[in-house]
């Protein structure tokens, strides 16, 4: 599948990064311990931020994917450690490391005035989502959609944690992520900007399948797990759309139902 254009490489400066797996404040995105073959195999390929150093296991078995990453690592010069699979996992700040761990420089915040000012900009908005495998799922999902970034707020919300950049897997690498002090405030911004902003919430009155998508740019904004949207971020939306369920069940996984509101957006936007 071809990538849209208009998402240009990021470099980053160093920085250091604070641990854990989410942040009610952070001064940055974080992103700098990357776990997982996927997530450091992009890393590599990516080339748009430092990279420290690569840790393999000395346990792994053959597989395509690690020689890719120790060639990877070759072209770019970035020295690879060994140590044994228990000393990498004392290492890992994930559940499932797969025997690969990056050092990198954290990912740097992007500009959201120039993420408004793309003429076909598609913004997904994070109404505080604090689930790191949730928010490296929705930016996956993004990324491969063809959104063109993605806003976070600044407080009470998940960042770019290793737990959230492995479920990401690798996508970080490609799609700019700015924050905000907070998302309504934001959705005034994007407002002003022209930028159509759709809820989506399970409480919404139209159908993601019904909306007016046309090729101008559209901010998509999820809620929060368990309760959904904020009063707020509700009420700046320009609709609020919801997903049809036709099974016992009232409602999805804010990953799953962010893979169907950017895929829909997406095909109707598509020429």
Known sequence: MTKPAGRPKRRQPGASETKGHGSSGRDGLGGGQVEGRRAVRELLRARCRGIRRVIMSTDL????????????????????????????????????????????????????????AHPRAFIVALDGVTDPGNLGAIIRTAESAGATGIVLPRHRAAGLSPAAVKAASGAIEYLSIGLVAGIPAFLDRATRAGLWTVGLDERGTTSVFDLAVGEG???????AEGRGLSRLARER???????????????????????????????????
């Open 217 to 223: 740019p559209v901010v998509l904004v999820l809620g």
């Open 237 to 271: 939306c320009e609709v609020v759309a919801g997903i049809p369920m036709h099974g016992a069940l009232d409602s999805l996984n804010v990953g799953a139902a962010a893979a169907v509101a950017c895929f829909e957006i997406t095909r109707r936007r598509t020429p």
């Open 61 to 116: 078995a053959a597989d395509p994917l690690v020689d890719e990453i120790v060639a990877l690592a070759g072209d770019a010069r970035v020295r690879i450690e060994y140590v044994s699979g228990v000393e990498l996992e004392e290492l890992a700040r994930t559940q499932a490391p797969q025997g690969v761990i990056a050092h990198a420089v954290p990912v740097v915040e992007a500009d959201v005035d120039t993420l408004l």
